[in-house]
């Protein structure tokens, strides 16, 4: 069963309401918490590919990334849970898991399900919230993993054109 249908939230999934590249974040997070990602993207054997700048280099222990000199290149960590849907995770602070994905690879049912799943695996390792915010607007979260429900749900009100 879908955690949320299509025609309920496709509003959220807009490009041109929500940005192209919403921003999804795990709050209250630690470094063991960056590290449980990691564990995750590889259990679950997801295609992923860690870069700093252009090098593409295997991925490091979560505290060897968040420990980096403040002026170095933001790494980031790409995941494709499924073809042609990517997830970039953001090395940006310890305190919180940073990650986007381009709306427009969201379209319909079937993508709004792995999209869910993919919430949910994040959510369930960490035991914590994963929330969805419009791009650049991080204190008004639109959906998100609720660790209580089990489930992805909405956290606003339904946008519409």
């Known amino acids: ?40 993207v590889a259990a679950k054997g997801w295609k992923c590919q860690y870069s700093e700048g252009e090098s593409v280099l295997p991925a490091p222990r979560a505290e060897a990334v968040l420990s980096r000199p403040a002026d170095a290149e933001c790494p980031d960590l790409r995941v494709w849970p499924v ?44 035991g914590k919230p994963v929330l969805m915010d419009p791009e650049g607007d991080s204190a008004h979260p639109v959906l998100g993993f609720d660790v209580e429900a089990d489930r992805v749900v909405v956290l606003a009100e339904p946008l519409v054109r």
């Open 83 to 126: 073809t042609d849907v990517l997830v970039i995770f953001r090395f940006h602070a310890v305190d919180e898991v940073d990650f986007d994905v381009d709306l427009r690879e969201l379209q319909g049912q079937a993508r709004l399900d792995v999209f869910c799943g993919f919430l949910r695996e994040i959510g369930r390792r960490l």
């Open 1 to 40: 069963m879908s955690d949320l249908l299509w025609d309920d939230v496709k509003g959220f999934f807009d490009p041109d309401l929500m940005g192209s590249l919403p921003d999804l974040r795990v709050p209250d997070a630690s470094v063991e918490d960056w590290q449980a990602v990691l564990d995750l």
